[in-house]
C-alpha cells in the first residue's frame, strides 16, 4: 500500500522546516504558540493538565513520535495533552504500519518515541539498540468480525464465516493481524477460506466498508473507529490472539527527558482513559 | 556516428547542460544499482523460485498478457478514432482517455470499484446476473487493462499521424474497401509503433500494484500478482522482497530495451 508510506515520509520530510521554525521563532513567538497549546491542553485534559503544567516547564524542543496506524486518533489526542502539559514542547507524529515504521528508524529516521502495534517490530528497534529505554506494554487489542451494515451474506456469529459461498476477507499471516486471525483458528478450529489476504487491517476493512466483502476480520479498534459504517460481530475464541502494543523512547532521542515524559503520559491514567475510550484493552488483564 | 561527429553549426548543446543530465541519469541508475547490491546472490534463485514467488509470476505474466490482449483489441480502434477522425471534441475525448495514465493507481482503483465492485454502478447489476468480478482473476485483468491501455493508445496514435495518408488514399482510389485499405495498409505500415505500444503495455501491467490491491484484492494464485507478493514479502522476509523486485527490474529492462531496440530498427 503506497497510501501509507509517503504520509509517513512527508512527516520525516516536514521535519526539519518545522525545526527550523521553531528555531526561527525565538522569544516573540513562543508565548503565543504556548498560550494556544496551554489553553486547549487545559480544556481537554483538565485537572492533570494544570497539575502537571508547573513540574512540565521545563521541557522544551519537539518531540516525535513514530505510531503504528491504529492509534492515530488515540496519540493526536494525547499529542494536544501533551503540548497543553508543556507548553514549550511541540509534538510532530508519523503514523504508518509498525514494520515501516520500524524499518525507518533502523535506517536513520530521527524520531524520539516509537509506539509499535506489535512486539516483533518493536524487538528490531531493540535488537538494533536504538532503543532508550526497556519497552513498556501499553495496550492490548483483539480481533472482531464486521460486516456491511446490510449484512448481505447473513453472518449472525463468527462461525458463520466459514459458511461456502461467505466472502471473507482477512490480513494475510505475515502481517501481524493475519497472524493473530491464524492463531484464533488455530484455537478454535475455524476454518476460514478467505476471498482475500490484505496486506494491512485498513485494507480489509475497506473492503467491508466497500461492500465488496460479506465480512472481514479486523481489531475492535477498526470496527470502533468505522462506526455506523460497519456491523459488528463478536470472534469467538478472539481471547487466543491478544496483540500487546510496546512503546519506548528512543536512544538517538534528541531531548531523552522529553522522550521519556511523554512515553509517561501514555502509560499514565489520563492516557489509558483515552486508549480506553478507542477500544483498546488494558495492558495487564485481556 | 556521424551525426555525432559534425554536428551542424547552432546544434551544439552548452556544455553545463551535462551536470543536470549527469544528475538526472544518476537519479534514474543509483536506486537501481542499490537495489542490485542489495540482492542476496547465494539465496536468490530459493527466494524467486519459491512456492509464492512462483505462483505470483506466473499470475503476473498470465494477467499482463490477457491485459495486453485487451489493450490491442480496444485500443487500435480507439487509436484509429482518434488519429483518423474529426469527431466534434476529439481533443477533450483524447485528454480524458490519457486520464489513467497519470491518475494515481489508488483513485482508479477507487473508480474501477465504484463502476464494477459488487456496490458499483454496474456490478451491482452483474451481481444480480450472478457475475461477480469481485476478487477474482478477472478483477486483476480489468485493473490491468485500465492502466495500461493509454500506453498502447499514445504509441498508436503517434504511429498514425506520422504514417500520414497517402498509401491508404492511393489504396482507396485503386478500389480496396475501409476494411481492406485498415488491414493491409495501414495497420501494416504502424506495425512497429502497435508492437511498441503492446510492450509498453504489458510492462506497465506488469507493474500494476495500486488499482490491483484496491479493486481485486490479494490472494496467492488469484489476484496476488508479483508486486502484491514483493509488498507482502516485504513485512516479513526483506530479502525475498529485494530478490523478486531484481526480477521485475529484469523483466522490465527487457521491455524497455525491446522497445527501444524496435523503434532504432524502425
Known amino acids: 500500500m503506497s497510501r501509507r508510506r509517503p504520509r509517513a515520509l512527508v512527516g520525516t520530510a516536514l521535519l526539519p522546516v518545522a525545526l527550523v521554525l521553531a528555531g526561527c521563532g525565538g522569544p516573540d513567538a513562543a508565548p503565543a504558540g504556548a498560550?494556544?497549546?496551554?489553553?486547549?491542553?487545559?480544556?481537554?485534559?483538565?485537572?492533570?493538565?494544570?497539575g502537571a503544567n508547573a513540574s512540565g516547564d521545563a521541557l522544551t524542543g519537539t518531540v516525535t513520535v513514530f505510531a503504528a496506524a491504529s492509534l492515530t486518533e488515540v496519540f493526536d489526542e494525547l499529542a494536544a495533552t501533551f503540548e497543553g502539559q508543556h507548553p514549550g514542547v511541540e509534538v510532530e507524529t508519523s503514523y504508518a504500519g509498525s514494520s515501516d515504521l520500524a524499518t525507518q528508524i533502523t535506517e536513520g529516521a530521527p524520531a524520539d518515541v516509537f509506539a509499535s502495534a506489535d512486539e516483533r517490530t518493536m524487538q528490531e528497534v531493540v535488537d538494533a539498540g536504538l532503543a532508550g529505554d526497556e519497552p513498556q506494554t501499553f495496550a492490548t487489542n483483539v480481533l472482531t468480525v464486521v460486516t456491511p451494515p446490510d449484512d448481505p451474506a447473513g453472518i449472525g456469529t463468527s462461525a458463520d464465516l466459514a459458511r461456502p459461498g461467505a466472502r471473507v476477507v482477512v490480513c494475510a499471516p505475515q502481517v501481524p493481524c493475519g497472524a493473530?486471525?491464524?492463531?484464533?483458528?488455530?484455537?478454535?478450529?475455524?476454518?476460514?477460506?478467505?476471498v482475500s489476504e490484505e496486506g494491512s487491517v485498513t485494507d480489509v476493512l475497506g473492503k467491508v466498508t466497500s461492500g465488496?466483502?460479506?465480512?472481514?476480520?479486523?481489531?475492535?479498534?477498526?470496527?470502533?473507529?468505522?462506526?455506523?459504517?460497519?456491523?459488528?460481530?463478536p470472534l469467538d475464541g478472539a481471547d487466543a490472539a491478544v496483540n500487546t502494543y510496546p512503546l519506548a523512547p528512543l536512544a538517538d532521542a534528541r531531548d531523552p527527558e522529553t522522550a521519556a515524559a511523554f512515553v509517561d503520559l501514555v502509560v499514565s491514567a489520563e492516557g489509558q482513559r483515552v486508549l480506553a475510550d478507542a477500544g483498546f484493552g488494558a495492558p495487564g488483564g485481556s | 556516428m556521424t551525426?555525432?561527429?559534425?554536428?551542424?553549426?547552432?546544434?551544439?548543446?552548452?556544455?553545463?547542460?551535462?551536470?543536470?543530465?549527469?544528475?538526472?541519469?544518476?537519479?534514474?541508475?543509483?536506486?537501481?544499482?542499490?537495489?542490485?547490491?542489495?540482492v542476496d546472490w547465494a539465496d536468490l534463485p530459493a527466494l524467486v523460485t519459491s512456492e509464492p514467488s512462483r505462483a505470483a509470476l506466473l499470475l503476473s505474466l498470465r494477467t499482463a498478457a490477457?491485459?495486453?490482449?485487451?489493450?490491442?483489441?480496444?485500443?487500435?480502434?480507439?487509436?484509429?478514432?482518434?488519429?483518423?477522425?474529426?469527431?466534434?471534441?476529439?481533443?477533450?475525448?483524447?485528454?480524458?482517455?490519457?486520464?489513467?495514465?497519470?491518475?494515481?493507481?489508488?483513485?482508479g482503483g477507487i473508480a474501477l470499484l465504484s463502476a464494477f465492485g459488487?456496490?458499483?454502478?454496474?456490478?451491482?447489476?452483474?451481481?444480480?446476473?450472478?457475475?461477480?468480478?469481485?476478487?477474482?482473476?478477472?478483477?486483476?485483468v480489468l485493473a490491468q487493462t485500465f492502466v495500461a491501455l493509454p500506453f498502447l493508445?499514445?504509441?498508436?496514435?503517434?504511429?498514425?499521424?506520422t504514417a500520414g495518408h497517402r498509401h491508404e488514399q492511393v489504396a482507396a482510389v485503386l478500389g480496396a474497401s475501409p476494411t481492406t485499405v485498415l488491414r493491409r495498409v495501414t495497420l501494416p505500415v504502424v506495425l512497429p509503433g502497435l508492437v511498441s505500444g503492446a510492450v509498453l503495455s504489458f510492462a506497465r501491467a506488469l507493474g500494476e500494484f495500486g488499482a490491483t490491491l484496491t479493486f481485486a484484492g490479494s490472494l496467492q494464485g488469484v489476484t496476488r500478482t508479483l508486486p502484491l507478493e514483493i509488498y507482502l514479502q516485504r513485512e516479513t522476509d526483506p530479502d525475498a522482497a529485494v530478490a523478486l523486485s531484481l526480477l521485475l527490474v529484469v523483466v522490465a529492462a527487457v521491455v524497455v530495451v525491446a522497445v527501444r531496440g524496435g523503434r532504432l530498427t524502425a
Open chain 1, 35 to 50: 498560550g494556544d497549546a496551554a489553553a486547549t491542553g487545559a480544556s481537554a485534559s483538565g485537572v492533570t493538565a494544570s
Open chain 1, 180 to 194: 493473530a486471525t491464524q492463531r484464533v483458528e488455530e484455537a478454535t478450529g475455524l476454518a476460514l477460506a478467505p
Open chain 1, 212 to 233: 465488496q466483502a460479506d465480512a472481514g476480520v479486523v481489531y475492535v479498534t477498526d470496527a470502533r473507529r468505522a462506526g455506523d459504517d460497519v456491523r459488528e460481530v
Open chain 2, 3 to 38: 551525426r555525432r561527429t559534425a554536428a551542424p553549426p547552432g546544434t551544439q548543446l552548452p556544455r553545463w547542460v551535462a551536470v543536470p543530465a549527469a544528475v538526472g541519469g544518476l537519479l534514474v541508475l543509483l536506486p537501481l544499482l542499490a537495489l542490485v547490491l542489495r
Open chain 2, 66 to 107: 490477457a491485459a495486453t490482449a485487451l489493450c490491442v483489441l480496444l485500443g487500435v480502434p480507439m487509436a484509429l478514432v482518434l488519429a483518423r477522425t474529426a469527431l466534434p471534441g476529439l481533443r477533450v475525448l483524447r485528454a480524458l482517455v490519457l486520464l489513467p495514465l497519470v491518475l494515481p493507481p489508488v483513485v
Open chain 2, 118 to 140: 459488487r456496490r458499483g454502478l454496474l456490478g451491482e447489476r452483474l451481481e444480480l446476473l450472478g457475475v461477480s468480478v469481485a476478487f477474482s482473476t478477472t478483477a486483476v
Open chain 2, 153 to 161: 493508445v499514445v504509441s498508436l496514435e503517434g504511429a498514425l499521424r
